[in-house]
């Protein structure tokens, strides 16, 4: 038992990284110069889903 609880912890850990750094970037393309260009040049803003949106519960 001693040894699974720092492993939860750092799976968890990681995961978290993982969101934050997805977030990130995707708030910094968007709002960067060459991200507004493509918006404007080709009139498309996909909001791409996250894989957190196909969990089931989500309907």
């Known amino acids: 038992m001693e040894g699974i609880i720092p492993i939860v912890f750092y799976i968890v ?6 969101i934050v750094i997805e977030t990130a970037v995707r708030k910094g393309i968007n709002s960067s110069i ?21 969990d089931l519960d989500n309907g």
Do not use: A, R
């Not at 507004?36 to 889903?49: P, R, S």
């Open 34 to 54: 060459i991200g507004q260009f493509l918006e404007k040049k080709y009139g498309i803003k996909e909001d791409k889903k996250s894989f957190l949106d196909d």
């Open 13 to 18: 850990g990681i995961f978290i990284l993982y």
